[in-house]
């Protein structure tokens, strides 16, 4: 089955796959070139994805992080929003298929965007995603926010001193950016906006622990970062353990081993993912079908114009191209879909006017610094060579991430969602569901028993 075009009109035909950073700023810089988009992505939404673990502490509603695509881009007459996961792209036949609800679509392109971003990895340990899910997606920063607050609410029912301990433990696998602001803001939300809310318990007594495999903290900032957001987190009270491997996780805790060899145990019911990513699943379909490598993490290594070995109008941008020198961050996608649709804009008008298109230059990255919030009131941040911490660093934080936000009223919800937080002890968004905090497990159980229905009918005919 085949889409409607976005027109009437037989232009150049640019398929975009993915929502993101990516993907959205694509569409939105070819908004006056002559080709007609059609954007493809699994949900309906444009995630803010730096902002998740503020969903998931209860700063911040999930609306002002995720704003409809399809109301972004309702002004964009050259666009049109498709829901539905790709599942496969065809090379040779110029045609990308997604699904939505159990039927598949084939859309042609004359140009395709690959922008469909990364997913957790848990190191070949996917079964370690039922008990610490991972913060890519809005249904994960719900269920962790059902599943914090949930472990306070148990603790409070319960008699037993020894489940008390479990239940007030959170252990944050992963030292990176979003393992620190993870970290930092359930330490914070146990000692201040719960502090005196319980009768049984008390919040403050929380133990939440932050580990990783590797030797340091914040490791792609350097030492010296690295060390503060180290000290003011274990000044906070949060644990931090380094040159912690982690090697199972189940329901009641966590197994750990120790550069020394010793496997030691924690027991924690609240475990939050952040240790690793996984590029999507479509690079290794490009490779399978081209000359085109991808890594261990599955990005594609692209051409220095951003395009794959053997294929000009197929490009890759953020989180799923392997680019030297470009981390996995926002602005590493936002720029290559500005240097993307420049190319597309400029050989659209060579096609327009019967000329022959400017020869790509290849793609420049502009490091623009990374930051890192470690808690209220406090940041550490990297521009250049300069590197600075406290106050400062964290008002730059807060600017940079509201200037990037999409919609006027997105970044005054936000404005003022932190405002309540930053300015008192209160969070506005610390309402949770059962439905979020056991989805996960109820869906499983779910494909389960649609399983063995398919399995017993099979067997009846």
Known sequence: MSHPGATASDRHKVV??????????????????????????????HLFQPLLYQVATGIISEGEIAPPTRLILRKQENAQVLLGDVTHVDLENKTVTSELLGHDYKTPYDTLILAAGAGQSYFG??????????????????????????????????????????LLTFVVVGAGPTGVEMAGQIQELADQTLKGSFRHIDPTEAHVILLDAAPAVLPPMGKKLG??????????????????MVTDVDRNG????????????????????????????????????????????????VNPDL?????????????????????????????????????????????????????????????????????????????????????????????????????????????MSWAVTFLSRQRGQLTITEQQAYARTRIEQLEDIAASVRETEKAAS
């Not at 610094?369 to 730059?396: H, P």
């Open 125 to 166: 340990n996917d079964h370690f995603a039922e008990f610490a899910p991972g913060m890519k997606s809005i249904d994960d920063a719900l269920e962790l926010r059902g599943r914090i607050l949930g472990a306070f609410e148990q603790a409070e029912r319960s008699s037993d001193p020894v489940r008390r301990a479990k």
């Open 16 to 45: 975009i796959i993915g929502s993101g950073f990516g993907g959205l700023n694509a569409a939105q810089k070819l908004k006056h070139t002559d080709v007609d988009i059609k954007l493809i992505a699994r949900t309906t939404h």
């Open 307 to 415: 395009s794959i070995p053997g294929h000009p109008d197929v490009f890759v941008i953020g989180d799923m191209a392997f680019v030297d020198g470009v981390p996995g961050m926002a602005q590493g996608a936002i720029q290559g879909a500005k240097y993307v649709s420049k190319i597309i804009d400029n050989e659209a008008k060579a096609r327009q006017h019967g000329t022959i298109p400017k020869p790509r230059e290849p793609f420049k990255y502009f490091d623009k610094g990374s930051m890192a919030t470690v808690s209220k009131y406090n940041a550490v941040a990297q521009v250049g060579k300069l590197e600075f911490g406290g106050f400062i660093a964290w008002l730059a934080w807060l600017g940079l991430h509201l200037i990037y936000l999409v919609g006027f009223k997105t970044k005054v919800a936000t404005l």
């Open 254 to 301: 966590i197994t750990v081993k120790d550069p020394d060899g010793t496997i030691r145990r924690i027991e924690a019911a609240c475990k939050v993912w952040s240790a690793g990513v996984q590029a999507s699943p479509l690079g290794r379909d490009l490779a399978a079908q081209s000359d085109t490598e991808i890594d261990r993490a599955g990005r594609v290594k």
């Open 227 to 244: 060390l503060k957001a180290q000290e003011r987190l274990e000044k906070m009270g949060v644990e931090v353990q380094l040159n912690a």
